[in-house]
């Protein structure tokens, strides 16, 4: 019995071994040229300049430079590529992207570690420039503060049946939210209070971009500059940035399918969640925590016409994204935890005419990311022009409806993106 | 339990390495006809693209990635044709296999006399190929080729099978050659005669026919026509006594149609893939399609 328990033992191990040596074969290079031994290197300039009549007559803060996003990806070893994506900005670098992939682990397993635009709703692994329109879709800044670039890990499974179904699992640092877009807002004025953020970037010479300033070589947010000041925002709960306990860390995924109607139409659909435990710490009562739950679902509906596909193609999107948080209420003699529930859906079309030319138009109708949950509603319209596939102009004009523009607020980008060198998004429809 | 955890182990490792079909993906239809003729009931081979897309930017939909999955051998034109979308597809399909550069990944260009091979290579030259023009699907020219390509591939992946796979191939670079010999002779009309394209993927189809192309109406290589362009090669056309316009089947016909009526020439839409039309089901009948439509149109004149 013994010797038929270690004969049965040592087959388990070595058909296990067998099992992996089959599955994991490693890369054989196969092209050589001298400069094999660099990565693959792409550079992208994002050049923005709007209007905006915030404060009655229409203004223009003259050119922004969102960014310019230096690529490098390379494989590392028979088992892995590595990506970095820095975007520079004429106040300083920011990491966007560093992660590490091991595309074909055994099992139809992927794992991707590292800093990465997490696996999570329709737009959140788009690089701002890939998107089809020139705004961020609002829904993001509102619920998560900007687009999910994250710290940590996803375990991605192609399910292994004939129909497509990938199953993704991820375990994040937190959650947090990083946009290079911003809403226009009439100038801001000083209160009893204190300063308003603005105003302390303004005093210490920090240039703002998106939701965050640059200052000296770092990246402050609303709350740094607060503490930076010496000044303290409010006693509302603060973000989970310290020394955590794993259960305090976020845990999310994403199951995504698709359903195809012959060659020419196909339905993508998608749902995610983010949950994180311990997403704010009371400033009142020492230990308390906060969680937050973010899921949404999208539709992605295409019309790809086979005999013209590299001119004509369509597709119509939604996506709904929900935030469950919690907050401290304060009553009469004390305080005690509640939560709130926010919802928004961004809606979009675009149509491509011919090789050059795009035309489209989205629309986000959220609730706010507060307790008044008022209604905010931007509504654009866009045009893209295609000078080749490695550079557009693109024109959009959009409205904003939101509680403190009291009469709504118009608004027109003009875009030029252009890439040079190696660039990819691997697969991205 | 572990008696169970035993037998799935030893059901599993006997799956892994049974000898079933070779499980092929071509990316384009030409490809996946020659291996379905070449792997007989041997190879069971599933085709990505239709024929009828562009095949430099065939829309990737996701029911590529479980086909890929399970794919022994991935049979691409190579010479970077498929680069903007197959690449990135075969590194999500969780297949270390057909990844590209590893030994799944087919190249069928091995052996074709390859043509343009840009001795500048900048993107101001336009969307180039380094590697050189990969349509020489399209050149009957290159059809053995392609086969014998084909066929060491599928010997690679199934060695038991080498009488059966070389038998094949053989009839059918047989079948290649006698197309080719009535081609030639059926074309003589086709010599010479100076023609307009629409985008560098005619090269191999002229050689073979000995057609004289004298200007492209993208200026360059997958960059869209501007005004001034349009005048230059129009006068070019004219001077040049231009006799055929010629697109795909994936390009818009609205500019070829009105350079034709200014310079009073037909238009003629070839195939640039199997599967392009409804009755192009086989590589040789891509030939024998664009051979008659050439014809075809030359007799408007």
Redesign the interface.
């Known amino acids: 019995m013994a010797i038929c ?1 270690a004969i ?1 033992s040592v ?2 191990g070595f ?2 071994v ?2 992996l040596t ?10 050589v040229s001298p400069t094999w031994q660099n990565p693959d290197i792409g550079l992208t300039v994002d050049l923005t300049t709007d209007m905006h009549d915030a404060d009655g007559a229409w203004k223009s803060p003259g050119i922004t430079l969102r960014g310019v996003e230096l690529i490098m990806s390379a494989n590392i070893d028979p088992y892995a590529s590595l990506t970095g994506n820095v975007l520079v900005t004429p106040n300083g670098a920011e990491l966007h992207e560093a992660f590490a992939l091991f ?3 055994p099992l ?3 794992l991707k570690g590292g800093l990465m635009l997490a696996n999570f709703g329709r737009w959140n692994r788009f690089h701002t420039h890939a998107m089809p329109f020139t705004s961020e879709p609002r829904i993001y800044m509102e619920y998560a503060g900007g687009m999910l670039a994250l710290k940590g890990l996803e375990l991605s499974w ?1 399910v ?5 179904i ?1 199953l993704t699992l991820s375990a994040y640092d937190r959650i947090s939210g990083h946009t290079h877009d911003s809403d226009p807002s009439p100038s801001q004025s000083h209160n009893s209070s204190g300063r308003t953020a603005d105003e302390i970037a303004e005093s210490i010479g920090a240039e703002k971009h998106g939701n965050h300033w640059h200052y000296q070589g770092k990246i402050l947010y609303e709350e740094d500059l607060y503490a930076l000041a010496g000044q303290q925002s409010s006693l509302e709960p603060v973000k989970n940035t310290g020394l955590r306990r794993p259960e305090e860390f976020a845990y999310g995924g994403r199951l ?3 359903l ?1 109607l012959g ?1 020419n139409v ?1 339905v ?1 659909f998608g749902g995610s969640m983010l949950y994180q435990h311990a997403y704010k710490l009371s400033q009142r009562i020492p230990g308390e925590t906060y969680n937050k739950l973010l899921w949404g679902a999208d539709i992605v509906f ?1 019309w ?1 016409p ?6 004509r ?1 369509l597709q119509v999107g939604a996506e709904l994204l929900s935030s469950y948080e919690g907050f401290e209420r304060k009553v009469v003699g004390g305080l005690y935890q509640d939560k709130y529930s926010r919802t928004g859906v961004h809606v979009y079309g675009n149509y491509k005419h ?3 030319w795009q035309v489209g138009a989205f629309s986000s109708i959220f609730q706010s990311n507060d307790y008044a949950k008022q209604q905010k509603i931007h509504t654009g319209a866009f045009c893209t022009f295609a000078i ?3 550079q557009y102009l693109r024109l959009e004009y959009s409205r904003y409806e939101y509680p403190d523009l009291l009469d709504g607020v118009n608004r027109v980008t003009l875009q030029y993106d252009a890439t ?1 060198g190696y660039h ?1 998004h ?2 991205q ?1 | 339990m572990s008696k169970i955890l035993f037998i799935i182990q030893v059901v599993l490792c006997v799956s892994a390495f049974a000898g079933g079909k070779i499980n092929v993906v071509a990316s384009i239809p030409d490809l996946g006809d020659m291996a379905m003729r070449i792997g007989g009931d041997k190879a069971k081979v599933i085709v990505l693209a239709t024929g009828r897309e562009d095949l430099h930017a065939v829309p990737v939909r996701p029911s590529f990635l479980p086909i890929l999955n399970r794919a022994d051998l991935l049979l691409t034109l190579g010479l970077d044709a498929e680069h903007s979308w197959l690449p990135a597809l075969a590194a999500e399909a969780r297949n270390a296999k057909i990844m590209e550069g590893r030994p799944g990944w087919i190249e069928v260009s091995e052996g074709i006399h390859v043509h343009d091979i840009p001795e500048i290579l900048d993107r101001s030259e336009g969307e180039q190929h380094p590697e050189g023009n990969p349509h020489y699907n399209i050149g009957p020219q290159c059809g053995t080729s392609m086969a014998n390509n084909i066929y060491k591939a599928l010997l690679s992946a199934a060695p038991e099978h080498k009488d059966f796979l070389r038998a094949n191939r053989d009839q059918y670079v047989r079948s290649v050659d006698t197309v080719i010999t009535s081609l030639k002779q059926q074309s003589s009309a086709l010599k010479g005669i100076p023609i307009i394209g629409y985008h560098e993927d005619l090269v191999y189809l002229c050689e073979f026919y000995g057609i004289k192309v004298i200007g492209y109406i993208e200026p360059k290589a997958g960059v869209s026509p501007t005004a001034g362009h349009l005048r230059e090669i129009e006068s070019l056309g004219r001077e040049q006594g231009v006799k055929l316009i010629i697109h795909n089947q994936t390009q818009s016909p609205r500019i070829p149609e009105k350079l034709g009526k200014s310079l009073n020439c037909p238009i003629v839409e070839i195939a640039n893939t199997v599967g392009a039309k409804k009755e192009i089901t086989t590589w040789l009948e891509l030939q024998l399609y664009n051979n008659r439509v050439l014809l075809e149109a030359l007799k408007k004149l």
């Not at chain 1, 086979?306 to 001119?311: K, M």
């Open positions: 328990r049965q087959w388990s058909c296990i067998l099992l089959a599955l994991i074969i490693p890369i054989q290079a196969a092209k595309p074909t682990l139809n397993l992927k192609l292994p049946v004939s129909h497509f990938e995504t399918t698709t195809e060659s196909s993508d295409f790809h086979l005999l013209a596909n590299n001119y193609n011919s090789k050059q080749t596939h490695y040079i990819t691997g697969r429809r």
